[in-house]
Every structure is written in C-alpha cells, then in structure tokens.
C-alpha cells in the first residue's frame, strides 16, 4: 500500500481554501476514484491526469488508486486540480519522493501530452496558501509572475510534468518548448465578460506607435461636467450625466481613469485577484497599477452586472470595475432588476450572492458613472429640435432610474450640446488630463490625512454620523442644506451625500473645512438647482 498527499486551492469567490491532494494506492482490481465533492471538470481530471502521467514517461500505477481532497464539504471545481493530483498519485507510486510534495501547493491543469496550462485565479490561489502558511508553490510557468507577487513564498514556473517530475527527483530537467503567451483561454474569458477589455488599462497604439489614452483635453467645452469629474475623481463620488446624444457624456466617462490617482500596492493585489479569477488579466502584465474601467451593454443581465453562474457565482461586472469605474451608459435601458441590484454594493463596497452550491463575498467598491438621454429620441431639451415622444412616454423614460438608486449618487450634472465655437476653435478645449490629474491626487492626500486611524480613505465612504459629530463644517454653512431638506428636496442620505461632496471640494481648493459656498456647490452638483456659485482656481 503506498500513501502521499500534495496541495492545492479551492477558490470560492475571490477566497482562496487550502485543499490536501491524498492518493492512496491498495491492492486490487485497477481503478481511479476521486472524492471530495468535485465538479464535473474535477471529474474529468482523472482521464488527463493518467493520460499525461504516461505520456510523460511515467508509469500509472495498476492499483486501485483513491484520490481525495480534503476538506470534503468544500465544493471544489475547475481542472486546476491537475498537478496536484498526478504528483500525489506518482508520490504514492514512490515515483517521487512523498515528503517532497507533502507541504508543496501546486496549481495548473495538464494537457493529455503533459504539458501544464495556465488556470485562473493563480493570485488569489496563492494569497490564500502564503496566509496558510505554505511557502512552496508550484504554478504554470506563464502564471509565475503572477505568483510571484506574493512575497514570502517560493514560486516555481514548469512547462511540463515531465520537468516538475525531474525537479522533485533531482534529475536533469529535460527541455521543453516554450508554451503559447498569448493564452487563448484568457483572452476568450475576456471577450465573454462585458467590458473586460476596457478593465485591464491597455491602450490602443497610435499611428507612431506609442499608447494612446484618452485625455481630457480633446474634450470640447462642457465647463461644468468637467468639474464634475474632478469632483467625483477626487472623492471617489457617483455621477450621472444627462443630455442629449452627442453632448459628450461618453467621451466624459472613458476619461475619468486617467485622472484617478494610480493604486495603491494592496489595491493593485485586490483587483488582480478579481481580475484573475474572472480570466482576464493581459498577458505579460501580471499587476494592474491602474484603476480599471468596465462599461457593460445595456442588455447585460443582473448576474453579469453583480455576479453569478452556475454553481459558485463568478465575479460581475461592479467587481471588474473594484476600484475603478463602472460606466453605463444608456442608463435608462438597463434592465430595472439590474439597476436595484446596484444599490447594496453601491452602499456597502461588496456584493453577496447566494446560490445553492454555496454564498459569495465578492469586493465591488467602485465609482459609477450613469449616462442618460432626456427621453427615448433624446432630443426633449433641445428647443426646437422636433422632440415627439409624449409627456407620458418622457415620464416612463426617466422612471427607470428608480428613486433610491438616484438617491445614492452624490452628482448630477446636465450636459448641454457642444456650441460651434468651443467645438470648432482651439480655445475651447480645457485642461488635460494630467493637470487635472495633480490636483485629484492632492485632494485625496488631504482627504487621506484627515481621515489617518479610521476605515476611510476617500470622503465618499464618511459615514454620515461622522460628518455632524467629527468632521464639522464651518458653522453656519449648513442653513441652504438644511432649507432644501425641509423642503423635501433633500432626503437625509441626500444630507449627508452633499456634506461628502462639499468635504471634496473643499480639498480641492485646499480649505481647511467646507465653508457656506462648498456646500452650496455640493447642492448645485447634487440636485442640479443652478445657485450662481462662481468658479474658483483650482477647483469648485
């Protein structure tokens, strides 16, 4: 009888669980049983496993051979399984030493020739074996770099079993051929996914060949949407932008990554975890430093926008978009259950999602961005443009937003069509993107600074005690704030949503606290009421 276990990771959601690979071999009629609660791709492992152990010049043990993995109430899916299984399969065949793999993880799936392929969720995979304190991991080689962004562990990068079976017994590591960098499984997983291309911060290539990236200074005019942009960047605040077609609203939109500041190391680990489990990291770039962008179509389903599938729900598109932007634009023609099912990630940063095979926390904190037309032909603001659409059906139209969902965005902002003269003279385009770039990153380093020794680090996040106990402003600022709340415009999340966004613009400008104008640009900004606040340098 022969006995050797190996390592691997079950992933639920963007967690990873530390799984023993046991083998045991007995006497008996030849036969492979694999328990332990897999999936059907977990099933199939036992064909590739066998076929790969021999085409790698091994011998599969005649036995009856019983493979489990522990814990057995986890459920475990997915062909990453693979060199894990077959080492401790050939570790019970003494073929390898047993104690070698004993403590070794080992993530990838075999090719029936033996060649070992790329899986998703490496990062997250070994985060989890580096807290369970495991210090040997064993990883397809075009996912080494993506490992060896845990520090503290030791990654080892193999082409084929035949070379990790070298490795463990000490032998000459026979030569390979270098595999395929282009991973097709990644790149088709990105083309599934709403908006994955956007997320991962490639830029197409201009025509002398160096990255383009969309800057704020080819947008035309739109004075007051750019600073609502600003203003939203700086505090990580929710926008809508409403106006008719060809006002800019989109342009306006795949603009705002170039003015957050970039992540920072923890934040880069976190959205190439989720980025990694969905299958869509760009090759040869194994960290994303930059804040991603998703902008799903308005037809995407509920499941694609928060999460889900079958059996464990798969990361969705608030995840894609965790702690970057999520765009979506045409707002009005999501779906209405889509759109509520915004509203608990919007509050508390992460999304739930409960199925039968199990629940998933998956992290979503991100800044939305909604675009919305006037009325279903978009022309309902524009004087003399021929608008048909009846008063009922403009009403259904702007329905759609529901209520509490508007109420959880702190900016709205009518975008008005761009004249001739700031589209067609040089003097009508603003600041780019790098300018503006500066003073977001410094009003977020106040913002910081301020709130050093609390959970918060963007003024979007102050709980709304917090803001009328701690973080006052100057006395007297409040009294149009509190007028328009007896009015019944303002709600008392709309409160306290106004008090974040005059915290913003007061780091903006550098103040030391939100004074009487801050909070009356925050309500300008909040419930688009024009209050004739005048524009200051260097913010609102």
């Not at 090759?283 to 999460?307: K, N």
Request: charged share 20%; glycine share 12%.
């Amino acid at each position: 009888m022969g006995f050797a276990r190996a390592c691997s990771v079950a992933l639920v959601g963007v967690e990873g669980v530390v799984v023993e690979v046991q083998a045991d071999l007995e006497p008996g009629v030849a036969a492979f049983t694999l328990v332990g609660l897999p999936d059907k791709s977990l099933i199939e492992s036992r064909d590739r496993v066998r076929a790969a152990v021999v085409n790698s010049g091994a011998e599969w043990p005649q036995k009856k051979l019983t493979v489990g993995l522990s814990p057995a109430s986890v459920p475990k899916g997915g062909s990453g399984f693979d060199l894990a299984v077959a080492c401790a399969v050939l570790g019970a065949a003494e073929r390898i030493d047993p104690a070698a793999i004993a403590d070794v993880v080992m993530i990838g799936e075999l090719g029936l020739d033996g060649r070992v392929r790329p899986v998703r969720g490496v990062l997250p995979a070994v985060l989890a074996a580096a807290e369970a304190g495991y210090r040997h991991v064993v990883v397809p080689e075009q996912t080494a770099g993506e490992a060896a962004l845990v520090p503290g562990v030791s990654v080892l990068g193999v082409r084929s079993l035949r070379q990790l079976i070298a490795v463990l017994g000490d032998e000459p590591v026979p030569e390979e051929p270098a595999a395929d960098r282009g991973r097709p499984d990644t790149m088709l997983a990105g083309l599934m996914v709403p908006g994955a291309g956007l997320g991962t911060g490639l830029a197409p290539l201009s025509a002398d060949g160096t990255a383009h990236r969309p800057d704020l200074a080819d947008v035309a005019g739109q004075g007051r949407a750019r600073k609502a942009l600003e203003v939203a960047a700086a505090g990580g605040h929710h926008l809508l932008l409403s106006g008719p077609p060809g006002a800019g609203k989109t342009m306006l939109a795949e603009r705002l990554t170039a003015i957050l500041p970039p992540l920072s190391r923890q934040e880069s680990l976190e959205v190439t975890a989720v980025h990694s489990v969905a299958g869509i990291l760009p090759p040869g770039e194994p960290l994303i430093s930059r804040a991603p962008y998703c902008a799903p179509h308005h037809s995407a389903t509920m499941q694609s926008l928060v999460g889900g599938g079958n059996g464990l729900p798969r990361p969705g598109a608030v995840s894609l978009a965790h702690r970057g932007v999520l765009f979506l634009d045409e707002a009005p023609e999501f779906s209405g259950r889509a759109l509520d099912a915004l509203r608990q990630p919007l509050e508390s940063g992460h999304v739930v999602v409960a199925r039968a095979a199990g629940v998933v926390r998956l992290p979503a904190r991100f800044l939305m961005i909604l675009a919305a037309n006037p009325c279903p032909c978009g022309r309902h603001t524009l004087a003399g443009a021929g608008c048909e659409c009846p008063p009922s059906a403009v009403r259904r139209y702007q329905a759609r937003l529901s209520g509490p969902l508007l109420d959880r965005v702190d900016l709205r902002v009518e975008v008005e069509p761009v004249g001739r003269a700031d589209l067609m003279e040089s003097g009508g385009r603003g600041e780019s993107s790098a300018e503006v770039a500066v003073r977001v990153r410094e009003a977020r380093e106040r913002a910081a600074a301020r709130l050093m020794g609390t959970p918060w680090t963007t003024n979007s996040e102050v709980p709304g005690h917090e803001l009328r106990t701690r973080l006052v402003a100057a006395p007297g600022a409040l009294m149009a704030a509190e007028r328009d709340m007896e009015r019944g415009v303002l709600t008392a999340r709309g409160l306290d949503r106004v008090l974040r966004v005059a915290w913003t613009v007061a780091d903006l400008r550098a103040a030391d606290r939100p004074d009487a104008s801050d909070i009356a640009v925050a309500l300008e900004l909040r419930t688009g009421i024009q209050r004739g606040v005048p524009m200051r340098a260097g913010g609102l």
